[in-house]
């Protein structure tokens, strides 16, 4: 069965450090473009960042940018999120998908996606 599994969710405290791990299992995640989304209780999925199959375009929107760094390592099959000075309103449950058609990241064109991580950020 193809999965993609997120790991390294939890609950930290306000300007606390997480890193999310997307590992893919039985496929190879190194042709696809990989997105972290996350979705807020009773808020729309907010697109959050987004990179190439080769790593080397890389997006993230506002609310996280310079705060949050996306990376992968195609030779471990897994794609990462560190997310760093986490805010409140940073809690969510994080998902990742694939896009194996682009290089971006749009919510209705990815075509497989994990069933997520919850962070929760509070004191």
């Known amino acids: 069965q193809l999965q993609l599994v997120e790991s390294g969710g939890g609950l930290v405290q306000p300007g606390g450090s997480l890193r999310l791990s997307c590992a893919a299992s039985?496929?190879?995640?190194?042709?696809?473009?990989i997105g972290w989304f996350r979705q807020a209780p009773g808020k729309e999925r907010e697109a959050i960042s987004c990179i190439s199959s080769t790593g080397h375009i890389i997006s993230y929107a506002d609310s996280v940018k310079g705060r949050f760094t996306i990376s992968r390592d195609n030779a471990k099959n897994t794609a990462y999120l560190q997310m760093n000075s986490l805010k409140p309103d940073d809690t969510a449950v994080y998902y990742c998908?694939?896009?194996?058609?682009?290089?971006?990241?749009?919510?209705?064109?990815?075509?497989?996606w994990g069933k997520g991580t919850l962070v929760t950020v509070s004191s």
């Open positions: 039985r496929f190879t995640l190194a042709a696809y473009t």
């Open positions: 998908a694939t896009n194996p058609w682009g290089n971006n990241c749009p919510a209705g064109g990815m075509n497989f």
